[in-house]
């Protein structure tokens, strides 16, 4: 099978003023896009750093797990099923893990 | 058929020898992901199929010069794996897991402890934004804290200490100007973030050795990492250039 990687990458941070509800609307949210568009239809994934920022302090995540600079770091499910970036935390312990059912808590199109 | 609800004979010829089992599993990597290669069991399926049933036409052989990618896609438009599953055999809706074996299908997870705060229960931000206190346009993420509003922990382990305070301003006056002094104290900061979390990118260990200009923390670089989107507004001029404080 020929491998082609498919990196996501934090491009920006981007204010979803419009947003009213949901987990979303926050500054600092964090759309992840991919780097090479895969031939299917999951929706970037979207971090909302409010929901972690009143849980940790910055340093727990900056800049071990992910650099300060948003766009800095290519996070892939590999690595987060390594325990890397989001895996440090969500694998079943300290947050919940990545399961099939969860794969919407991330990647879920902006209304 | 493994409970035996079901005994299909594999040939019309009753008499006939079933054809022998193969066993050959099979790992299909086509996304180049290890977290979503599919585990294929020749074993379960030569119950159902013969060789010939998808080799060599469904699925070219390895070595065959054109071997078209298995994709969720091509599964979706019912080919490759899709002429079954989805059919005749299980679809792909909700049975991920069953082909994608390195992803568990259920969240099994217990919080470790219990919420520290209120706001930790809510999932919306528009109510957690309702119990932040606010100035300036923003959330006070700084007096949030002081207030005990939120209660963020200092590491994954959330039983480690707080990284030290560190109580020393640091003064500019870019240009030399009083008029453009600016104030950046480390208490508020180290509140949050680690030294390192600054230092030496962008910020070298030595106080004032950094070149930066309004225009690159406008533009997110310096202050503007975190002012601007996850700390208060630039527009809050006053907060850091005491001498640009607006009395209403």
Not at chain 1, 40 to 68: E, N, Q
Not at chain 2, 20 to 29: C, H, I, K, N, R
Not at chain 2, 117 to 139: F, N, V
């Amino acid at each position: 099978m020929t491998r082609v990687r498919q990196p996501i990458v934090v491009v920006g941070m981007l204010v979803w003023n419009v947003l009213t509800a949901g987990a979303w609307g926050a500054d600092g949210d964090v759309v992840f896009q991919r780097r090479k568009e895969a031939e299917h239809d999951t929706p970037p994934a979207v971090f909302p750093h409010w929901s972690h920022r009143i849980r940790y302090r910055c340093y727990v995540c900056h800049p071990g797990l992910f650099k300060m600079q948003a766009g800095g770091d290519a996070v892939t499910m590999d690595d987060i099923m390594a325990g890397k970036f989001c895996g440090a935390c969500h694998n079943g312990t300290t947050a919940w893990a990545v399961t099939f059912e969860t794969c919407q808590r991330c990647h879920q199109a902006p209304p | 058929m493994t409970t035996g609800a079901i005994v299909p004979r594999s040939t019309i010829n009753p008499l006939a020898a079933a054809p022998p089992a193969f066993d050959l599993g099979v790992e299909v990597d086509t996304s180049g992901s290890r977290t979503f290669r599919a585990a294929f069991s020749h074993g379960t399926h030569v119950q159902w199929l013969g060789c010939q049933s998808c080799h060599p036409q469904l699925f070219p052989l390895r070595g065959s010069a054109a071997r078209p990618p298995i994709t969720m896609a091509a599964i979706a438009r019912r080919q490759s794996c899709g002429l079954c599953h989805g059919t005749v055999a299980f679809g792909p809706a909700h049975a991920c897991s069953r082909c994608h074996a390195a992803v568990p299908a259920k969240a099994e997870w217990t919080p470790p402890e219990a919420p520290r705060a209120p706001i930790e229960t809510l999932h919306r931000w528009d109510e957690a934004q309702a119990m932040l206190p606010a100035g300036d346009g923003a959330p006070e993420w700084t007096k949030a804290l002081i207030d005990g509003v939120i209660l963020p922990r200092a590491g994954i382990d959330s039983s480690a200490p707080a990284e030290p305070v560190f109580a020393s301003d640091i003064t500019r006056r870019p240009g030399g100007l009083d008029e453009s002094r600016v104030v950046f104290p480390h208490s508020a900061h180290t509140a949050w973030l680690a030294c390192s979390s600054c230092h030496p990118v962008p910020y070298p260990m030595q106080a004032n050795a950094t070149p930066m200009s309004m225009d690159q923390v406008n533009a997110g670089q310096f202050c503007g990492t975190c002012h601007g989107s996850v700390s208060f507004p630039l527009s809050a001029c006053g907060r850091c250039h005491p001498a640009m404080e607006v009395t209403p």
